[in-house]
Every structure is written in C-alpha cells, then in structure tokens.
C-alpha cells in the first residue's frame, strides 16, 4: 500500500532518521543544535545593539551610556561570533564523520538479514539506489540534519524577529500626524499581517514546486551518476588494466563520457534549471522581498509620523530582513520536508525488510562424542523467482564422522544442498533433521555453531592474518598457529614478516602482503578448523588449483579432520577417492551413490560417465 505523504508522515520518517543517525553519533545533534541556535541569533544581537547605540546618539547622547552599549554590544556579539565559529568547525567535522557512520545502519541490517533476503537482486538494487540517490544530490538520511539545522534556525530567527519587531505595531503614531494616524488602526495593522502571511504562503507554494522538480529528474541524474561511478574510476581499477589495453576499452568508456550529459549544460538538471524549476525558485525569491518592503514602508511611515527614533527604525528594518530571510528559509524547508519523505521511505523499505525465517528456541547440544545426526527427508527447493526445482525430493542420512563427497555438474544442486544443509535458506518441501528433530527448531545460531565450511567463492579480509583465522581481533595464538600449520601453511607463515600480525593484503597499509589463490585457501581452510565445528564442509575451494596440488590439500585435510563429519565438493573426481562415500547429483536429484569403486562398475551410471570425461588428468 502506498503511503500518503501527508505532513504527519513526513515528519515522522524524518524524526525516525534523526534517531537513527543519532545512534550512530550521539554528539552530532548537540553540537548542531548550539550552533544552530548561536547563528540564528547573532543578526538579531547585532540589530539590536546598533539600535541602542543609534538610538542613544539620536537622542541624549550620554556618554557613560554609549560606552555601556557599546561595550555590551562588543562583548555579547564578540562571544556568540567566536561560539558561531568555533561549533561551525565542530559541526561540520561530525557531519564528514556523520556520511560514513549512516553507513553503519546499513551495514548492521546487512549483517542481521536473513541470508535468503540478503541473497535476493532486488535487495541489492534497493540498496545501491539509495546510495546514488544520496550522490547525486544528497536526499535520504543525510539530508535530515539539513532539515533539523533549518527548521530550529528559521524558527529561531522568526520568534526573535517577532520580539524585536513587536513593539514597531504596538508603539502609536501621535494624535499630531493627521492622516497617518490611520497606522495606529488595528484593522491597517491586521490587514498588513494578512499579506504578510498570504504572501509569505505564496513564496512557500513557489518554493515547494520549484523543490518538487529534483523528484522527477532523479532517474536520469541517479542513472548518470551510476555511469560516472563505474566508468569516471574504470581506469584506476587494478584489475583492469590489461584488459582496457588489449581491447582498446578506452574507446567504449569515452562513448560514455560523451553521452552521459546528465549534469552538464544540456542535461535534465539544466532544463528544469532554465525552465520551471528556476522560473519558481525565482518567483519565490522574489515574492518575500515584498515582505521585506511592507515592513520597510511601515516603519518609514510610522517614523515620519514621529513614533520613534532613527535607532528604532534600524532595529525594526534589520529584525525584519533577518526575519524575512527565516521566513523564506521556512517556507522552503517545506518542500525539502516533502521531496525527501519520498527518499526516506525507500531507505526504510531497506531498513525494513523483515527477518521471516524462524529463529527457533531449542539449544543445540554440545556433544562431546561429536553424534550428530543429520537427515534430509524428501527435501525440494526453488530459488525466489525461478521456474525450476534447484533440489527436488532429496533424502539421504549422514554417518558421522564419515567422508562425504558430493560430485554433479555445474547446476546439479551441490551448493544448494550445502545451503539448506546450513540453514541459509529453508526448503519449501520436506525436512531436514538433525538428531531426528526439525533443525527449523534449534536456535538459529547455535544450529550454525556445528558447521564450518570453506565456500568455493570464500572471501578474505584485508586484517592481520590472525585476525583472518580467527574471525575476531583477539584470538587463541597457539591455536590459530596449528591451525595455519595443519592447513599447510607452516613454510609460508615462516617468511612473514610480522608473524600472525602481518596484515594481509595492501588496502590500509603498504607493508601488506599480498598473498596467492593457493596461499587464501589454506588460510581459509585454517579458519574451518579453528572454529572446531563438527561438521566440515568444502564446497570447490580448490577450483583454481591444478590437479596435484588439490589433491595434497585434500590429502593433508582429510588427516586433520579427524572424527569431524567431511563433506567434499568438487568437480575433479580424483579428490573424492579417498570419501567413504560418493554421492551424485544430476538436476537437482540424487542419482547414484556408494564407493568409488562401486560407481566407476556402473558403465551407464552418471559418475562413470564424468570420470571418463576427466580421466586424462588423473593417468599415472
């Protein structure tokens, strides 16, 4: 159901982002605040200490009285010029902290996502489109602080205008100005409010529209800024350069700079600019510079009339323009308000996508014997959106503490199998039981805490190599090290040069060490085993490595697993040999399983057909 943008609505996804960037910086918003309220007032103090001072050299002219005002007025705009500028630098160093803390919210709801929502497209595209609508133009969560700092500052300069203006109605022109005395009429003074406020409504209409005209250009400007992120940086990219230099891309990437016009003279941005987005923006410029003067002709009339001094008139004229100023800022504040409650409701969208999968409440059991029992029982899973059965009716039993290899073709459901078998997603059809009891029934986490598995697409993270292992900054080293070492990495970790603190990789530092594809998979091999789960499951992580060398990873693994239940993925039979059992999959069914000796008798089995396939690698 859509949701109405009524100012109710606005008001309230912008109060919810306030307190979700507070969360983030709790000191943002004091500090915004004082300065807020700091720079709203200074113009007022300065009108009114010019007004006394002109007021008192109109007038009297009492020296000790002049120097007091003076003095006051030195002190008092002194102290709040210094304060402006002093939480001015504060504010705007939390606000550049501000832009990378917002990304922690995103960041945690990523991190708390069920895997299954994390894993969809659409969540992804939602994601990067509220990143490019907060490039091109800065609407979502980080124009919150701007409506905040404009809405406290307006309102501030409106009521301080107010008090400095108040006495410009109440004070009477005398009896001795003829028909100016028509000033002093409640129905004159009301009728001038009237078109102050119609006026300064007609400048807010003015304002909203003109506002309104960034919505209907954001899918160009959100589309060209997609187009200079990727192809402005392309040729920084490391990774790319050969390929840029073999195939002249060059060519093609100067097509895109040329055609994505989205922010130039000819863009989308520069016609609304021309046309109705600045012929309103003007118009409402424009329409509270009549407030300015109706204030202006009042308090020249009312003066001329005799009811008070060139010292009031300045007060009254510099109160007036600030406030105008405040009124226009308020009026426009308006149409920000309501461009971006449409951009903070996509944000939420995100921040709001439920965790549907069932966390369960029963406690893993933390066996000693390692007996856990795993059993799929008539298992079939569709991913979202596909027409086809990833997995269909798949039952099978572990043995524990036995080898498992799992062997297909691209496509066959291998990995799927593993998914369901960690619970990143549920099956529509079937059970799968641990112990003989649903695992949807086990505490989500705990559930998790038995498997450690190494992905084909298993990634790194540019931290100290301990760290890697370990997941966490501080770890176990002695068990890390044998970690590292039973993975095969003893000769390597010899040579680094900081030991399990050496940092891997050089995005933070240049003393990082870049490591190879094999060398990343015995670090990710170590990290399985640190975490010591039951389970152990290696899902291709040896794709990129030639014949032998898998073959010695896996070798080497199979002695460590020791009474852990191993699960081996792969596509190079070979490894798989030495599995207590073999099973096949072919379009998302188990079609065979047993030994490698039992399947290669069957001449017309799918596992004899892909041995044969591969069978000039492994001849000795």
Request: a negative charge; proline letters at 3%; aromatic letters at 10%.
């Given at each position: 159901?859509?949701?109405?943008?009524?100012?109710?609505?606005?008001?309230?996804?912008?109060?919810?982002?306030?307190?979700?960037?507070?969360?983030?910086?709790?000191?943002?918003?004091?500090?915004?605040?004082?300065?807020?309220?700091?720079?709203?007032?200074?113009?007022?103090?300065?009108?009114?200490?010019?007004?006394?001072?002109?007021?008192?050299?109109?007038?009297?002219?009492?020296?000790?009285?002049?120097?007091?005002?003076?003095?006051?007025?030195?002190?008092?705009?002194?102290?709040?010029?210094?304060?402006?500028?002093?939480?001015?630098?504060?504010?705007?160093?939390?606000?550049?902290?501000?832009?990378?803390?917002?990304?922690?919210?995103?960041?945690?709801?990523?991190?708390?996502?069920?895997?299954?929502?994390?894993?969809?497209?659409?969540?992804?595209?939602?994601?990067?489109?509220?990143?490019?609508?907060?490039?091109?133009?800065?609407?979502?969560?980080?124009?919150?602080?701007?409506?905040?700092?404009?809405?406290?500052?307006?309102?501030?300069?409106?009521?301080?205008?107010?008090?400095?203006?108040?006495?410009?109605?109440?004070?009477?022109?005398?009896?001795?100005?003829?028909?100016?005395?028509v000033l002093n009429s409640p129905v004159f003074i009301l009728v001038l409010a009237a078109i102050m406020v119609l006026v300064s409504l007609l400048a807010g209409v003015c304002n909203v529209k003109a506002i309104s005209y960034w919505s209907s250009a954001a899918e160009d400007a959100t589309f060209g800024n997609r187009l200079f992120s990727f192809f402005g940086f392309i040729g920084l990219q490391k990774g790319r350069g050969t390929d840029i230099r073999m195939y002249n891309q060059q060519n093609l990437v100067s097509a895109y700079w040329d055609k994505n016009r989205a922010f130039g003279a000819d863009g989308v941005l520069a016609k609304l600019a021309r046309g109705p987005l600045g012929m309103f923006s003007g118009l409402g410029t424009g329409i509270t510079v009549v407030i300015t003067g109706s204030v202006y002709v009042f308090t020249c009339l009312k003066a001329w009339a005799g009811a008070f001094d060139v010292g009031s008139v300045t007060q009254y004229v510099g109160a007036a323009t600030a406030m105008t100023g405040s009124i226009f800022e308020l009026t426009g504040l308006f149409g920000i308000l309501k461009t971006n409650t449409g951009y903070l409701d996509t944000t939420f969208q995100f921040l709001d996508i439920p965790n549907a999968m069932y966390q369960g409440s029963l406690t893993t059991e933390k066996r000693s014997d390692r007996q856990y029992e795993v059993e799929f029982k008539n298992v079939s899973f569709k991913y979202p959106g596909a027409e086809t059965w990833a997995l269909k009716d798949v039952s099978m039993k572990f043995q524990v503490g036995r080898r498992l290899a799992i062997v297909g073709e691209n496509g066959s459901g291998k990995t799927t199998f593993i998914k369901l078998l960690c619970r990143l997603y549920d099956p529509q059809e079937g059970q799968i039981l641990l112990n003989g009891i649903d695992i949807r029934k086990y505490n989500y986490r705990d559930y998790m805490d038995i498997f450690s598995i190494v992905f084909q697409d298993f990634q790194l993270i540019s931290q100290p190599l301990g760290s890697n292992v370990a997941g966490s900054a501080s770890y176990d080293?002695?068990?890390?090290?044998?970690?590292?070492?039973?993975?095969?990495?003893?000769?390597?970790?010899?040579?680094?040069?900081?030991?399990?603190?050496?940092?891997?990789?050089?995005?933070?530092?240049?003393?990082?060490?870049?490591?190879?594809?094999?060398?990343?998979?015995?670090?990710?091999?170590?990290?399985?085993?640190?975490?010591?789960?039951?389970?152990?499951?290696?899902?291709?992580?040896?794709?990129?490595?030639?014949?032998?060398?898998?073959?010695?990873?896996?070798?080497?693994?199979?002695?460590?697993?020791?009474?852990?239940?191993?699960?081996?993925?792969?596509?190079?039979?070979?490894?798989?040999?030495?599995?207590?059992?073999?099973?096949?999959?072919?379009?998302?069914?188990?079609?065979?399983?047993?030994?490698?000796?039992?399947?290669?008798?069957?001449?017309?089995?799918?596992?004899?057909?892909?041995?044969?396939?591969?069978?000039?690698?492994?001849?000795?």
């Open positions: 159901m859509e949701k109405k943008n009524t100012i109710g609505h606005a008001l309230s996804v912008h109060l919810r982002g306030a307190k979700l960037l507070r969360e983030v910086s709790p000191r943002f918003f004091v500090v915004m605040t004082l300065h807020s309220v700091a720079d709203a007032l200074l113009p007022y103090v300065t009108v009114f200490f010019s007004a006394q001072i002109l007021k008192e050299l109109a007038l009297l002219r009492r020296e000790e009285v002049l120097w007091r005002w003076v003095a006051a007025g030195v002190l008092c705009t002194g102290f709040f010029a210094v304060l402006r500028a002093f939480l001015y630098q504060r504010k705007e160093t939390l606000t550049d902290d501000l832009y990378g803390r917002k990304e922690i919210l995103f960041a945690r709801k990523m991190f708390s996502m069920d895997y299954a929502d994390m894993d969809k497209q659409e969540n992804h595209d939602l994601r990067s489109q509220i990143r490019q609508n907060e490039n091109w133009s800065g609407w979502g969560l980080m124009r919150v602080p701007e409506v905040y700092e404009a809405g406290l500052k307006s309102m501030i300069g409106i009521l301080s205008g107010i008090a400095l203006t108040v006495s410009l109605f109440t004070t009477p022109v005398p009896k001795t100005a003829g028909r100016l005395t080293e002695a068990k890390v090290r044998s970690a590292l070492l039973d993975a095969g990495f003893g000769s390597r970790l010899e040579t680094m040069p900081d030991g399990l603190n050496t940092q891997l990789y050089k995005d933070f530092t240049e003393n990082g060490v870049e490591i190879s594809g094999g060398e990343a998979q015995k670090i990710a091999i170590a990290r399985a085993l640190y975490k010591n789960a039951p389970f152990v499951i290696l899902d291709e992580p040896t794709a990129a490595l030639d014949p032998v060398a898998e073959a010695e990873i896996y070798s080497k693994f199979d002695e460590i697993a020791g009474d852990k239940t191993a699960i081996y993925i792969s596509h190079r039979l070979s490894s798989c040999k030495f599995c207590d059992e073999i099973i096949v999959f072919h379009e998302g069914r188990i079609v065979q399983r047993g030994s490698h000796d039992e399947l290669l008798e069957d001449e017309t089995g799918k596992y004899h057909e892909l041995w044969t396939a591969q069978a000039q690698y492994y001849t000795e």
